[in-house]
């Protein structure tokens, strides 16, 4: 799906021991598999299952979803840096598709 | 037979039995079901144990205009150490056709335990929010949250 555009905030720069917030939302539909569209056609149920958040290769933060998550799964969750580096966010479709963006922190 | 035996079997025929009649009596009341679903769950997950009320603050609207985003921020109070964290939260919509929405899985590097995401909603019903800690204990916080117009929630 090529509509789908996964989007994340991070602070470029932070001090060493800083709790910062990252946001990050995903614009997906998550169709729950219950919706009739207009020709009374079932939509298909696709929905992102998985969200993952690394830093510098180690898992931080990971959220499993269901189809009670809204439209454009959206999160905010902190993180206290340490050191300079490198997050890497992972969203995946139940179709097995995966969606994949990094951000980079100076930590001084 | 002794008369302890006994009436040990009687009673157990007379939970399954009358279990049953619940069972099926309630099955027709979707909401019911959804409601016991969660209660079923949370039995699951914690496996019996107590549960600590007051530990986790609960952010969601009390009137909901538009179920398909509810905004939802939970924050457990708890340290977030190598040897003490919360390790995941659970969080249940008991009107929902699917009950379960999401789990949250931290990390001590996190520094605190909060987070927000948005729900759907497919009616006025409870949300539960249930935190699993590294030591094996448990902590549970609700909220009522009125839905003006249902989410196409499930």
């Not at chain 1, 009739?36 to 990971?62: L, M, W, Y």
């Not at chain 2, 009649?21 to 009341?29: L, M």
């Not at chain 2, 659970?90 to 987070?115: E, H, L």
Request: proline share 5%.
């Amino acid at each position: 799906m090529s509509d789908v555009k996964p989007r994340v905030r991070v602070p470029k720069t932070a001090e060493v021991g800083e709790e910062i917030e990252i946001k990050t939302l995903i614009r997906h539909p998550m169709h729950s598999g219950r919706v009739v569209d207009g020709d009374g056609n079932t939509i298909p149920r696709q929905i992102i299952t998985s969200f993952v958040a690394k830093f510098n290769g180690e898992t931080i933060f990971h959220v499993d979803m269901k189809p009670s998550v809204s439209a454009n799964p959206y999160f905010t969750f902190p993180f206290t840096v340490n050191e300079s580096g490198t997050f890497e966010f992972i969203w995946t479709e139940d179709t097995g598709e995966v969606f994949t963006l990094s951000k980079k922190i100076k930590v001084e | 037979m002794s008369k302890t035996q006994w009436m040990k079997l009687t009673r157990r025929d007379a939970v399954a039995f009358f279990g049953a009649v619940g069972v099926s009596a309630v099955v027709p009341w979707q909401a019911e079901a959804s409601v016991d679903a969660v209660a079923a769950r949370i039995v699951e997950i914690t496996n019996g144990a107590d549960i600590a009320e007051g530990l986790i603050s609960l952010d969601m609207p009390e009137i909901a205009e538009n179920g398909n985003q509810v905004n939802l921020t939970f924050e457990v109070d708890s340290p977030m150490t190598a040897e003490e964290y919360v390790k995941s939260v659970y969080v249940f919509a008991d009107g929902n056709p699917d009950t379960d929405v999401a789990v949250f899985n931290f990390t001590p590097a996190m520094g605190s335990c909060t987070a927000t995401t948005r729900m759907r909603l497919s009616k006025t019903q409870n949300v539960h929010v249930l935190a699993a800690m590294s030591d094996g204990s448990f902590a549970k916080a609700e909220t009522t949250v009125k839905v003006t117009i249902g989410g196409c929630g499930g």
